[in-house]
């Protein structure tokens, strides 16, 4: 039998038995996702009692899953196995494997990895976005080279902390800025963000010192220097492009558009940002930022295509965002996007 007939037996002969499993699972995976937690966060998360959340916790402190302290209730080394393995056994019998498909059928894209939690609310739910991005790539990199394109944000920035140097193991991996710099804080920079990879996976990165906003005539003269053209050739030859998705409004801000470009931006009532391109809820193009390295046409080229996004707050950017993505784009987002996604647009 499989873990899904297994549970599905169980769940007939006792159905009390899986839904106790269920919350308790539920309960150290969220801790998981906000360790170090208080008990009254924790319940306002889960949407319980304290009372009633108190029972469960004592019981799973006895079996030596979970321990506090003064700034709250943590996993064990014992209980972050525990959880790692259950979320395995209970992904298809919860269903998360429906919700992928879904997901990726209502979006248009060839895959979608959906994981627990909500990034709004749940700051590590980021770390675990980065954990499965390092799996995915161990089973998409072939030995070699590899050239790896990446752009900047927070996202991306706290993913890079959760890869490791498995992903070098016969591979030479060098990883590029996929655009130029941004007007925002230096450690989400795209070059910030290669940098961290390189170092977390024992890689290789280079940097593009160049404004992404620069003036096309400049950008013209500029790029025919030694130092900057080599890095521009070998982001337009990145076997793999990894990419977040941006708010349009906050990016905006980001990008430290002029007043005229934000009118252009806001009228156009966009939602959402990649690449220096920003799309409204249907997909139309309302407004780029004058392009200085990849662009989102140049997706079609590049043979592994991964977007990063979680939160409620990012569902509407990843629809808008989506109607323009290649169809080969490989999602990684979390249960509080995905399903204000499928909840506000079920599949017919």
Same mark, same amino acid.
């Given at each position: 039998m499989t873990n899904n007939e297994d549970l599905e037996l169980l769940d007939l002969v006792a159905p009390d038995f899986i839904k106790t499993l269920e919350k308790r699972f539920k309960i150290l995976q969220s801790i998981s996702l906000m360790e170090p937690v208080g008990r009254r966060?924790?319940?306002?998360?889960?949407?319980?009692?304290?009372?009633?959340?108190?029972?469960?916790? %004592? =019981? !799973?402190?006895?079996?030596?899953?979970?321990? *506090?302290?003064?700034?709250?209730?943590?996993?064990?080394e014992t209980g972050s196995d525990v959880v790692g393995k259950l979320t395995d056994i209970l992904a298809d019998y919860q269903g998360t494997a429906i919700l992928e498909k879904q997901l990726s059928t209502k979006l248009g894209i060839s895959r979608c990895i959906v994981l627990p939690g909500n990034a709004d609310k749940q700051y590590r739910v980021i770390d675990s976005f980065g954990r499965r991005l390092n799996q995915l790539l161990g089973s998409l990199l072939l030995t070699g080279q590899s050239m790896i394109s990446v752009t900047g944000g927070s996202t991306l920035a706290r993913a890079a902390r959760n890869?490791?140097?498995?992903?070098?193991?016969?591979?030479? =991996?060098?990883?590029?800025?996929?655009?130029?710099?941004?007007?925002? *804080?230096?450690?989400?920079?795209?070059?910030?963000?290669?940098?961290e990879m390189a170092l977390r996976t024992q890689g290789?990165?280079?940097?593009?010192?160049?404004?992404? %906003?620069?003036?096309?005539?400049?950008?013209?003269? !500029?790029?025919?220097?030694?130092? /900057?053209?080599?890095? =521009?050739?070998? /982001?337009?030859?990145?076997?793999?492009? /990894?990419?977040s998705i941006g708010t349009a409004s906050i990016m905006a801000e980001r990008r430290n558009l002029s007043d005229k470009e934000r009118k252009l931006v806001s *009228?156009?009532?966009?939602?959402?940002?990649?690449?220096? %391109?920003?799309?409204?809820?249907?997909?139309?193009?309302?407004y780029k930022v004058p392009r200085i390295g990849l662009h989102v046409r140049d997706l079609d080229k590049i043979e592994h295509v991964i977007a990063i996004a979680g939160g409620q707050s990012k569902a509407k950017a990843i629809q808008s965002y989506m109607k323009n993505a290649p169809h080969h784009t490989i999602l990684i987002t979390d249960e509080g996007a995905s399903k204000l996604i499928l909840r506000d647009n079920p599949l017919k």
């Open positions: 966060v924790l319940a306002d998360d889960l949407n319980i009692t304290e009372r009633g959340l108190r029972t469960e916790t %004592d =019981l !799973l402190k006895k079996q030596g899953l979970l321990e *506090s302290s003064k700034s709250g209730m943590s996993l064990t890869l490791s140097p498995d992903l070098s193991k016969n591979r030479q =991996l060098v990883f590029l800025p996929a655009r130029g710099g941004v007007g925002e *804080s230096v450690t989400i920079q795209a070059n910030s963000v290669c940098a290789q990165y280079r940097a593009l010192y160049l404004p992404e %906003d620069i003036s096309e005539k400049s950008f013209e003269s !500029l790029q025919k220097e030694t130092s /900057i053209k080599s890095v =521009l050739d070998l /982001i337009y030859r990145s076997n793999v492009v /990894i990419h *009228s156009g009532k966009a939602v959402s940002e990649a690449f220096g %391109d920003f799309f409204d809820q249907s997909g139309k193009l309302v």
